[in-house]
């Protein structure tokens, strides 16, 4: 069996790096995929017709 004592435990700064590590690009990714989105629910103005 093993013993309690010889666990190690992780840091928790390091753990807190480890999430922005994801989370900033993650956060990233997500602000670009948002923006592009949106310009398929936006409407343009429609192109005047040319004057003949």
């Not at 390091?14 to 670009?32: C, D, E, N, R």
């Amino acid at each position: 069996m093993a013993q309690s004592s010889s666990v190690k435990k992780s840091s928790p700064l390091l753990i807190a790096a480890a999430w922005i590590i994801v989370i900033v690009p993650t956060a990233w990714g997500l602000k670009y995929t948002v923006q592009n989105a949106m310009k398929l629910f936006t409407s343009t103005p429609a192109a005047a017709a040319p004057a003949k």
